[in-house]
């Protein structure tokens, strides 16, 4: 595995960080809690990663990039594993992921 896969101490559990909708619905549920699919769902998953993004550049724990970019960047990558797999039954997650996290772990250091 890559390094730095632990949680870090000092950071803020992932749940705390999620956006709510106005009446405090989870993002990528609407306001009677049904879980939504479409634009509006993609819209709520890209969201809760860039604000992550944004509290890692408010507290310093990450380095300068768009957090709107990051957060389309990861979404991508991870779309096109789920392509790769389908198509490939025996790629290795393992080694396939550990890349990932090493790419995208150097782009958002500080």
């Known amino acids: 595995m890559a390094e730095g ?4 101490a000092g950071r803020t559990p992932l749940r705390a960080c999620r ?7 989870p993002s990528g549920f609407d306001s009677a809690r049904q879980l ?3 634009g509006q769902a993609v819209a709520g998953e890209l969201a809760v990663v860039q604000h992550v993004f944004e509290l890692g550049h408010a507290d310093g ?3 300068s990039f768009s957090a709107r970019v990051m957060a389309v960047t990861i979404k991508a990558a991870l779309d096109a594993l789920l392509a790769q797999l389908a198509d490939d039954p025996e ?3 393992e080694a396939y992921g550990a890349e990932l996290v090493t790419l995208f772990e150097r782009a ?3």
């Open 5 to 8: 896969h632990g949680r870090r």
């Open 19 to 25: 956006p709510r909708c106005d009446d405090g619905a």
């Open 36 to 38: 939504q699919f479409g």
């Open 61 to 63: 724990s990450l380095g």
């Open 91 to 93: 790629l290795d997650l």
């Open 108 to 110: 958002t250091r500080p």
